[in-house]
């Protein structure tokens, strides 16, 4: 079993780890600790009190709120976007990009895709502007919700951590 | 004496036990069903007994696969199997179970053993008889291949007159005699122009292959010295599994060799289930993915009227990893199949995921049918991806597949990233394309046929520490090599004008996906030449991952009456490198003002005709990006600039970065102003976006008011036509009224086939074999 120091974990999240320890993660079996030096190093680097339960995002987390103890999803800025079980991205903002002219803005002519198949869904938080997600489906598709993760049997089950408390 | 024998009777009983091939399959089955283990193996005796003993035999036999797969290649001319690597070898079990495999197209793990289990299950052994010494060949998409193009050799092996496997071989091949020139052709619309189709057919006995084989074979197609090699190459890799067994045996006996082709499966699926434990995370992964199929298009003939007309494939996916470590596959709400050539049978999607794990989640030397037995596939009946027609073609079904898949790499890229294993996050991959197809008459004066495997290096999707590589993998083939400019000059009348990085191709974003890259072609020394045009053009498959973008689309550029001729006798300037902005073409102005020019994004086309000095530009695809863009290091930015990997303008648009350029060329970015945009670009987000719900109330007066293209209609119609569940979800979504409906035959395009269809299974004597939730 491999292991790597708190140091390494941190610079994997920053992206700044060198490539002979990238490969000993890529090619070795997993270290089962990661987990929780992921989030340990992420709770290190988010200005908010709020208690990392899962990333779901390079700026987003489901957290257990300081103040209410429910569990929400959360933009790194602090920003709530409701309820961990709903699809955070019905609380984003959306910027469609669906016709020629918007698309021509991201990619050179003829790179895009044509509107009239395919459009753009940017999906922004409404406070810090990161944006979270791309969505790229037909029109009319409905809005996704594209992870619903089972954090109980992950913490209790598969990474033997105690599962962090939950108001209701 | 006037009893019937065995032989009358049509029991041969090859395994000596009084059973037959399909009798001591279904005994497998039930095993396996009533204790969630391979064969019912809840112990691994032999593994366990003596661990050091089996780990040998592994290596041995893992070894010999591979070994003979480098080996046999060298046999082959095709540079599609010699430089390409798209060859595989495969050892089965008695009942077609596979046990080990080499390297290279591994969905094939899974085709040939279909085609195994097929003749099983239709009792070939009582007719046309399995002997020690016999070949079957096998390219039959009805039962489980991919595409015609990849030909299998399956053949059985024997000891002390007892079947106890069959190893079986199989190589991409230049062409299938199908409607149009090349293995992956456009102009046909059903199975009947997919080419020359063979249902493990016997085609050798006592180890040479029949001579009434030989003649129809290569006169069928249209690359014969090619086909020849091929099969010479599949022939000699399978005997030299089959004498690799028989060596094996003799050291270590037959009841190791038995007891390890059953334990190393029920291994295998044990692997893949700690493997999703040790790296994933529980719960349910929705992704989606589409694929442009635009038949509407002039460009585009075909004999049909009926399969004129623009669709999409939809391959909406829901991952369920349990907490046990199983996991689901579930493909309700995906596309009918359509009239053309993109189709995939059910074997073709659950055998080729497996070449996607590899690189992945299994990245194991034990790629077996364990992985399988792992994983609970639905397919619903009728989609793209288990179609319930006879008719169907298949020809490119890998326009499909890598369109499908590209969605299971988000999935798997998000349990990856909640878990911090950033290390293995893939935004997905790119859509393996273009691929440069056609014939004619080449350089040497004989019938040919091309198809260019440069797709197998397009830009892979970007990772959550790093960017994707650049011109460097196909989904398809985890050993994918672009080739030498050189081979394909001797294999294509086809001149290098340029072969670059294509700038741009790439998804943009924190990482970007790798670039996908770009070759001029001008042919050459040709006659009677023919080409056309296969990818996405009017839509992205991949989608970028967390904030990143998907990868530019394609598009053509194809020249005609170029007078390159006379240009290059005149010493003029040409028409030489990338196509570095397709908004401000460059090569029109190195070729006459006369030549006939397309340029557009109609990327499937159908046999066009080239004459000598004509051009076309073969533009591989680039991967999907991660993250946010304007979270992208500024130097990182500056290196694109500075090797042409991106635009300015995209640089300053997309990624917000302020920079200078030298008198030399070179770009430098002010990283004090390149924050102070990204600042303001922040804002100007904000400024043009909406509350995602207000969004919705528009979006749901179009959806109510029908206003969307009919292609985008024709999709949704032909997966409500299949799924209720898909359709109530859809209307529940959007809030739509319960009188709310969308059939296909109301939107004025041909719907030949929606309601009338019949599966191979209706044919008299005949017995498929299912392997998946329909």
Redesign the interface.
Known sequence: MSSYTDEQVAHLVDGTLDWETTFRMLSMPKDAGRFAQYLAALQARVRFDDRIILPLGPHLYIVQSATTGRWVTQCDCGHVFGDYRENWKLHAHVYVRDTPEAMTEVYPGLMAPDTRWQVYREYYCPSCAAMHDVEAPTPWYPVIHDFEPDIEAFYKEWVKLPLPARAS | MNMMSNKEVGFADLLGNGQTLNQFRDGVIERTQATGHYDGLRELAFRDSDPIGYEKLFSKLRGGLVHARETAKKIAASPIVEQEGELCFTLYNAVGDCVLTSTGIIIHVGTMGAAIKYMIENNWEANPGISPGDMFTNNDCSIGNVHPCDIATIVPIFWEGRLIGWVGGVTHVIDTGSVTPGSMSTGQTQRFGDGYMITCRKTGVNDQPLRDWLHESQRSVRTPKYWILDEKTRIAGCHMIRELVEEVIRADGIEAYQSFAREVIEEGRRGLQGRI???T????????S?V?VPYKHDDVQVSNAFAKLDS?M?SPCEMT?K?DGKWRLDFEGASRWGWHTFNAHQVAFTSGIWVMMCQTLVPTQRINDGAYFATEFRLPKGTWCNPDDRRTGHAYAWHFLVSGWSALW?GLG?SY????????VNAGNANTSNWLQGGGINQDGEIHAVNSFEASSCGTGAC???DGLNHAAAIWNPEGDMGDIEIWEMAEPLLYLGRNVKA??SG?G??RGGCGFETLRMVWNAQDWTMFFMGN????SD??L?????A??G?RFEAHRTGLDKRIASGDSLPLGGDL???EPDYERHIDATARVK???QCVTTEDCYANHDLYLNYLRGGPGF?????REPKAVEADLNQAFL?P??AQ??YGVVFTQDGKGVFTVDEERTAARRGQ???E??A??????E??KE?RQ??VDKH??T??QH??ATSFGLSEKFKK??KD??SLPESWDLREEDLGVPSYGASHRMDLSRLPDVSTVVQVEE
Not at chain 2, 281 to 288: A, C, E
Not at chain 2, 417 to 424: D, I, N, P, W
Not at chain 2, 537 to 540: D, E, I, K, S, T
Not at chain 2, 688 to 693: D, Y
């Open positions: 434990k040790a790296m995370l529980p719960g349910k992964y929705r992704k989606v589409f442009d999409i939809h990893i907490a988000r998000q990233f909640s878990r911090g294993y950033l290390e293995e959550a520490v790093k741009n191709s943009y924190k990482y053009g009017f839509m992205n989608w970028g967390m904030g990143g973008y998907p530019a689309t598009y902005d397709p908004s340029r557009d994004k993250g946010d863009p304007i979270d635009l303008e995209y648009k997309v670009m922040r804002r987000r904000l043009r976006a909406m509350p995602t719900r969004w919705m979006e179009r959806i969307a293209s292609q985008v999709m949704f979800q859809f979504f959007w």
